[in-house]
């Protein structure tokens, strides 16, 4: 099953591990170390020019990846869960 995560990008749902409320989760320094360590690896994906409101952490095929999207997180769990009813 595919998410839409925002722009024209789709994530198997297979491949999410989790995903954060950057607003709750930016505030640790341990957070923001990691995604300063992801962006300087070349993991990060901004998947828009909008602020982004989650991180999202997949692992495919032994690759990491940091994506960030505008989405809120129960806007991202509703689209999970539903397709998971109709999937």
């Known amino acids: ?3 839409p995560i925002g722009g024209d990008m789709s ?3 297979e491949t999410i ?6 607003d709750n989760a930016s505030w640790s320094y341990k957070t923001r170390e990691f995604l300063r360590r992801a962006e300087e690896n070349g993991e ?3 998947i828009t020019d909008e602020l982004p409101k989650t ?5 495919e095929m032994g690759l990491d990846r940091v994506w960030l999207s505008q989405f ?3 806007t991202l769990q509703k ?3 539903k397709g998971e009813a109709h999937g």
């Open 79 to 81: 689209r999970m869960e």
């Open 11 to 13: 994530l198997r749902s």
């Open 1 to 3: 099953m595919y998410i």
């Open 72 to 74: 809120g997180v129960t």
């Open 17 to 22: 591990i989790a995903i954060f409320d950057l």
């Open 44 to 46: 990060v994906v901004p």
């Open 55 to 59: 991180m999202i952490l997949t692992r």
